[in-house]
T-cell receptor, first 109, second 114 residues
Framework: GQQVQQSPASLVLQEGENAELQCNFS?????MQWFYQRPGGSLVSLFYNPSGTKHSGRLTSTTVIKERRSSLHISSSQTTDSGTYLC???????????WGSGTKLIIKP | GALVYQYPRRTICKSGTSMRMECQAVGFQATSVAWYRQSPQKTFELIALSTVNSAIKYEQNFTQEKFPISHPNLSFSSMTVLNAYLEDRGLYLCGALGSQNTLYFGAGTRLSVL
């Protein structure tokens, strides 16, 4: 089965609402990364988070290894947050990234 | 801080021609660089892993003859897509390995083939 399951597949919110994105994994973890993919395709690296909680502005990433999950929280969403969010797990330092299927986020004004 | 610049951001080439993309590590030494491709079906694949002063390891379905890689120093790597065809379209991503085995990613190079 899929080693990284990302949910939800799509999410539509009103501007100002909070967004919660999840990645669950079934394999060992060396690192978890979160990316934002712009509508044009280019990637922005958001977090490198092997464990614990990290903050960056309105974004928070939490990885709990014991529970095999990582989450990305966006507070007070803005229309410019719209796009696809991807999580990627690196297993065993072999540089093979196992990618989630992505969450398409749409923030309505 | 550690940054990876990847360029060009977008490129279009004619079918059968070649294009080169570059990856520059700033603020850290990239002992290894991993190149990935995201196909139009949104699947990311590892193309190859390049380590300075070591042989480049290509994954199955990718070859040096098709995707030659240069990694001359600890801050720069380039990859060429030779004889590009429609199936080579996609987003190419470089990830440079920094300290504590952290991979830092460029923004990607989007390749379109006419």
């Amino acid at each position: 089965g899929q080693q990284v399951q990302q949910s939800p597949a799509s999410l539509v919110l009103q501007e100002g609402e909070n967004a919660e994105l999840q990645c669950n994994f079934s394999t060992s973890l060396n690192s978890m990364q979160w990316f934002y993919q712009r509508p044009g395709g280019s990637l922005v690296s958001l977090f490198y988070n092997p464990s614990g909680t990290k903050h960056s502005g309105r974004l928070t990433s939490t990885t709990v290894i014991k529970e095999r999950r990582s989450s990305l929280h966006i507070s007070s969403s803005q229309t410019t947050d719209s796009g696809t969010y991807l999580c990627a797990l690196e297993r065993d330092s072999n540089y093979q990234l196992i990618w989630g299927s992505g969450t398409k986020l749409i923030i309505k004004p | 801080g550690a940054l990876v610049y990847q360029y060009p951001r977008r490129t279009i080439c004619k079918s059968g021609t070649s294009m080169r993309m570059e990856c520059q590590a700033v603020g850290f030494q990239a002992t290894s660089v991993a190149w990935y491709r995201q196909s139009p079906q949104k699947t990311f694949e590892l193309i190859a892993l390049s380590t300075v002063n070591s042989a480049i390891k290509y994954e199955q379905n990718f070859t040096q003859e098709k995707f030659p890689i240069s990694h001359p120093n600890l801050s720069f790597s380039s990859m060429t897509v030779l004889n590009a065809y429609l199936e080579d379209r996609g987003l190419y991503l470089c990830g440079a390995l920094g300290s504590q085995n952290t991979l830092y990613f460029g923004a990607g190079t989007r390749l379109s083939v006419l």
